[in-house]
T-cell receptor, first 113, second 114 residues
Framework: DAKTTQPPSMDCAEGRAANLPCNHS???????VYWYRQIHSQGPQYIIH???NNETNEMASLIITEDRKSSTLILPHATLRDTAVYYC??????????????FGTGTLLAVQP | EPEVTQTPSHQVTQMGQEVILRCVPI?????FYWYRQILGQKVEFLVS????????KSEIFDDQFSVERPDGSNFTLKIRSTKLEDSAMYFC????????????FGPGTRLTVL
């Protein structure tokens, strides 16, 4: 089972920031937080990942709380094309026991015009 | 930007037939995966493959399934005798290094078993 909890759906107005929360209260020290998204039935698209520091790339920012029990994915200026299911996934990195990604049900983000 | 490609995009087959789904991972990647997603359900891990052998497989990946890297570029998933419940989107993914690297997914093959 997925080790994360996300709201099933969220709305966001076009042009505004979308803030998607994720709870991962049982995360362990060597586990990273990954975010993917899936538009319609396309393949999951990697967005960003982090361990404990906040991360930013051209797609999004990832804010991880100091206790690492939750995180927020921020899309700074949401567009209609950002409408998708967003998955928060916790996994070990570099030497972990397993490499598989365990997907939950994610958050369906609907960007409204 | 390099990407994972998959063929065909849609495969229709009769129950009991064999199907082969093909994937071309990103060229310098060494670790390969198959996932599937039944309509309306979660994305599920099937198998991972490294150095010409299976590294890990799920309970879904039974004797009906096999994977192969027949040449330096392709990575295939074979289903020997398809069942109705095999109808799903099948996604190939690859990562650069053997463990723990970011996985990049292909667009998927929609398999329909009639």
């Amino acid at each position: 089972d997925a080790k994360t909890t996300q709201p099933p759906s969220m709305d966001c107005a076009e042009g505004r920031a979308a803030n998607l929360p994720c709870n991962h209260s049982t995360i362990s020290g060597n586990e990273y937080v990954y975010w993917y998204r899936q538009i319609h039935s396309q393949g999951p698209q990697y967005i960003i990942h982090g361990l404990k520091n906040n991360e930013t790339n051209e797609m999004a920012s990832l804010i991880i709380t100091e206790d690492r029990k939750s995180s927020t994915l921020i899309l700074p200026h949401a567009t209609l094309r950002d409408t998708a299911v967003y998955y928060c996934i916790v996994r070990e990195n570099y030497g972990g026991a397993t490499n598989k990604l365990i997907f939950g049900t994610g958050t369906l983000l609907a960007v409204q015009p | 930007e390099p990407e994972v490609t998959q063929t065909p995009s849609h495969q229709v087959t009769q129950m009991g037939q064999e199907v082969i789904l093909r994937c071309v991972p990103i060229s310098n990647h060494l670790y390969f995966y198959w996932y599937r997603q039944i309509l309306g359900q979660k994305v599920e891990f099937l198998v991972s493959f490294y150095n010409n052998e299976i590294s890990e497989k799920s309970e879904i990946f039974d004797d009906q399934f096999s994977v192969e890297r027949p040449d330096g570029s392709n990575f295939t998933l074979k289903i020997r005798s398809t069942k109705l419940e095999d109808s799903a989107m099948y996604f190939c993914a690859s990562s650069q290094i053997p463990q723990g690297d970011t996985q990049y997914f292909g667009p998927g093959t929609r398999l329909t078993v009639l």
